[in-house]
């Protein structure tokens, strides 16, 4: 059973920091890409950052030079660091494992960033 749980959202002020983990079980974390994506209140999940098996990073605009993704494979893990936090990153955010087209998905964790 595949599970993918989400930790460390929570209430942060602008500019303030926040690092969001993704604990994976039930797949071979290392040969999986994974992903960070988002979903604000009435709006679609979009992309924040990748990370694929091979430690390549790819981040959406808006996020590139405040947040950082990275990955422990002895951990099974993978992180997002978000600095700089703006009230537009408010939103859930949900960790995404995928292999040749199979996606599996987290619960989500919520980032309130208060101006």
């Known amino acids: 059973q595949v599970q993918l749980v989400e930790s460390g959202g929570g209430l942060v002020q602008a500019w303030g920091s926040l690092r969001l983990s993704c604990a994976a079980s039930g797949i071979i974390f290392s040969i999986y890409g994974m992903g960070w994506y988002r979903q604000a209140p009435g709006k679609q999940r979009d992309l924040v950052a990748t990370i694929t098996s091979g430690a390549v990073t790819n981040y959406v605009d808006s996020v590139k030079g405040r947040f950082t993704i990275s990955r422990d494979n002895a951990k099974n893990t993978v992180y997002l660091q978000m600095n700089s936090l703006k009230s537009e990153d408010t939103a859930v955010y949900y960790c995404?494992?995928?292999?040749?087209?199979?996606?599996?998905w987290g619960q989500g964790t919520q980032v309130t960033v208060s101006s």
């Open positions: 995404e494992a995928e292999r040749s087209s199979i996606q599996y």
